[in-house]
């Protein structure tokens, strides 16, 4: 399976339960935490696990020594290795383990069930077959329609890109929120997402720009882990783009005009302090930009300002809560109605996507 992978459809059986605790808070607290963190790519990614080491780093910062943060594992495959990977760490007094990879859901549950005095962090899975496992996420969807609306506004070509990962939920809303911003402010502009196949392959990646931009593409989106979209995006006058789950601040003031920042810092520092005071609990988090998981990078001047006031205005007001990404009237691709005027997307159907909204013209792989 691929790391990052929302819920399907069928998953949402297992139930939702944001923010709200599921068992009972640990009886006593504890003097000192030991907190290890498993990555699928490199710390030196720029993108993902890059983002993931920082609020690693930041759990160290805010309670010195009272935590143990030192321990982590980087490049581990998703599948038996990850399994071999989390056994080794909860026999090394590992107190809480954070798994940062979809793919390492099942190796996830299987441990924990062998360990049930240690807490396993699953970062956005779904399952928690034992009451020491919890799940996590952010609502990536909430930064592309950002992106959206600078990329409609920002395009001489009427021609943006999409650099996809995999046909996974957490993608095509991503994708869907991207276009839906786009289109509102530029009716005339299209939609091309090229299918990287890969959350960590510069070259591949790099491929992919290059790709949209023979194609007259002017404004990438990535949804892909390496910074290589951006280098590749910089070799042509007049081509932006975006940071992925890092600021990407190398690649400012342009091709880098803003940024997804994906801030774990929050989180586990809320977690790894509940072990410590006695407040844990399990727990499923689905949190965006309101908490600050979700961070919009600096808009540089490359941006109009009066477009960049209109996408931090956006920004503010889905930090409030008063709108939402996706708000009716919306159709999906085939034209059939998903939702009306005025109604917003329950979390369920963001979390089972399978469809692109209408005007995407493609097709989903399957």
Known sequence: ????????????????????????????????????????????????????????????????????????????????????????????????????????????????????????????????????????????????????????KMTKSNKIGYIASFPIPEVISGINSYYLHAKAVNPAVELTVVWAFTWFDPAKEADAAKAMIDQGVDVIAAHTDSTAPLAEAAKTPGVIGFGQASDMAAYKPSPRVSSIIDNWAPYYVKRVGALLD???????????ISAGEVEIGEITDVVPADVKAEAEA?????????????????????????????????????LGMNFYVEGIVGEIPQ
């Open 1 to 152: 399976m691929n790391r990052r992978t929302l819920m399907t459809t069928a998953a949402l059986g297992f139930g939702l339960v944001f923010g709200g605790g599921l068992s009972s808070a640990n009886a006593a607290g504890m003097d000192k935490v030991k907190a290890c963190f498993v990555y699928v790519g490199p710390v030196g990614d720029g993108g993902w696990t890059y983002q993931h080491d920082q609020g690693r780093l930041a759990v160290i910062e805010a309670f010195g020594d009272k935590v143990d943060a030192s321990t982590f594992q980087e490049n581990v495959p998703e599948g038996a290795d990850a399994e071999r990977v989390l056994t080794q760490m909860a026999l090394s007094g590992c107190n809480i383990i954070f798994t940062t990879s979809f793919g390492y859901m099942d190796a996830t549950n299987a441990v924990a069930a062998k360990f049930p005095d240690v807490k396993f962090e699953h970062a956005t899975g779904y399952k928690r077959d034992s009451d020491n496992v919890s799940t996590y996420n952010a609502r990536f969807y909430e930064g592309r329609a950002v992106q959206g609306h600078i990329a409609g």
């Open 278 to 288: 006695g407040t844990y609990a399990q727990t499923d988090s689905w949190e965006g």
């Open 314 to 350: 956006m920004r503010d007001a889905i930090g409030a809560g008063t709108y939402h990404p996706f708000t009716g009237p919306i159709n999906k691709q085939d034209g059939s109605a998903w939702l009306a005027d005025g109604v917003t997307a329950p979390d369920g159907d963001l």
